[in-house]
């Protein structure tokens, strides 16, 4: 599934993220490469996150959007739970 907008994520392995919303890699702005990243942070205990000292990860939008293959079956990476309603 696409990105859709701040709201909260599963991803494929089964944890609960939230995705604050989107940034451009800054050195790449105004440029025919433009990177554009999703702003997210875990919901869920357990992810790698909590044994780091950052507090947010980004992930290209390209890959966000990406399915998965899984014994032959694509899913989506991550499926929204529930989209912030503001």
């Given at each position: 599934m696409?990105?859709?907008g701040?709201?909260?994520?599963?991803?494929?392995?089964?944890?609960h993220y939230?995705?604050l919303?989107?940034?451009?890699?800054?050195?790449t702005?105004?440029?025919?490469n433009?990177?554009?990243?999703?702003?997210?942070?875990?919901?869920?205990?357990?992810?790698?996150?909590?044994?780091?000292?950052?507090?947010?990860?980004?992930?290209?939008?390209?890959d966000?959007?990406?399915?998965?293959?899984?014994?032959g079956t694509?899913?989506?990476r991550?499926?929204?739970l529930?989209?912030d309603?503001?």
């Amino acid at each position: 599934m696409p990105y859709e907008g701040p709201g909260q994520y599963r991803h494929y392995k089964g944890g609960h993220y939230y995705a604050l919303g989107l940034g451009i890699k800054e050195d790449t702005k105004g440029t025919p490469n433009e990177v554009v990243c999703v702003i997210y942070r875990p919901l869920t205990s357990g992810s790698i996150l909590e044994e780091q000292k950052e507090d947010f990860w980004l992930r290209e939008l390209e890959d966000f959007n990406a399915s998965i293959s899984i014994h032959g079956t694509l899913i989506p990476r991550f499926d929204l739970l529930s989209r912030d309603s503001s």
